[in-house]
T-cell receptor, first 114, second 113 residues
Framework: EAQVTQNPRYLITVTGKKLTVTCSQNMNHEYMSWYRQDPGLGLRQIYYSMNVEVTDKGDVPEGYKVSRKEKRNFPLILESPSPNQTSLYFC?????????????FGPGTRLTVL | GDSVTQMEGPVTLSEEAFLTINCTYTATGYPSLFWYVQYPGEGLQLLLKATKADDKGSNKGFEATYRKETTSFHLEKGSVQVSDSAVYFCALSDRAGGFKTIFGAGTRLFVKA
């Protein structure tokens, strides 16, 4: 089944404890992206990647890191999480540029930082 | 920079009522426009899209027309069902914006039986 998977689905952690949220897609998509969803703000793009070893900042990259060493994986790293990073996170992938192509979303990761 | 503005929700309708969710945008280039739907507890799914002016996207009875003159992409459905209850997001992606995708805040729709 074609899908985007994220792990973990739920995570409660404490301020300053490094964490990684994994994202993997099995559709051989070139484009991958991370978003955070907050009430009243919709989805805001954190980072995106046009292809392996190519990443770029979205609108809210502060406090996050990403890497794209393989085409299928695009992990999101929070080196020192803070409470303002409590949010619902979505990974997405697309067969090409999102200008014309549909994005396929993972099921989401709900992160709480205490 | 680019932006998307949607009507605030929630929108509550009775089954078989007509639905309109307004969406307007600002963009420096010629964006593609999308409507995504998010059902409870799930990720977003593409509902429909339009890539150039005057294009009409349609899917599952929903329609939206890309209006460049009014910079709008309003979502409509003639007769809603309870199963349409979800959050709807308008979005744009603009080559001039570096392939970023900008989403609106989302509009929650409740449909009563």
């Amino acid at each position: 089944e074609a899908q985007v998977t994220q792990n973990p689905r739920y995570l409660i952690t404490v301020t300053g404890k490094k964490l990684t949220v994994t994202c993997s897609q099995n559709m051989n998509h070139e484009y991958m992206s991370w978003y955070r969803q907050d009430p009243g703000l919709g989805l805001r793009q954190i980072y995106y990647s046009m292809n392996v070893e190519v990443t770029d900042k979205g609108d809210v990259p502060e406090g996050y890191k990403v890497s794209r060493k393989e085409k299928r994986n695009f992990p999101l790293i929070l080196e020192s999480p803070s409470p303002n990073q409590t949010s619902l996170y979505f990974c997405a992938s697309s067969p090409g540029t999102p200008g014309v192509n549909e994005q396929f979303f993972g099921p989401g990761t709900r992160l709480t930082v205490l | 920079g680019d932006s998307v503005t949607q009507m605030e929700g929630p929108v509550t309708l009775s089954e078989e009522a007509f639905l309109t969710i307004n969406c307007t945008y600002t963009a420096t280039g010629y964006p593609s426009l999308f409507w995504y739907v998010q059902y409870p507890g799930e990720g977003l799914q593409l509902l429909l899209k339009a890539t150039k002016a005057d294009d009409k996207g349609s899917n599952k009875g929903f329609e939206a027309t890309y209006r460049k003159e009014t910079t709008s992409f309003h979502l409509e459905k003639g007769s809603v069902q309870v199963s349409d209850s979800a959050v709807y997001f308008c979005a744009l992606s603009d080559r001039a914006g570096g392939f970023k995708t900008i989403f609106g805040a989302g509009t929650r729709l409740f449909v009563k039986a």
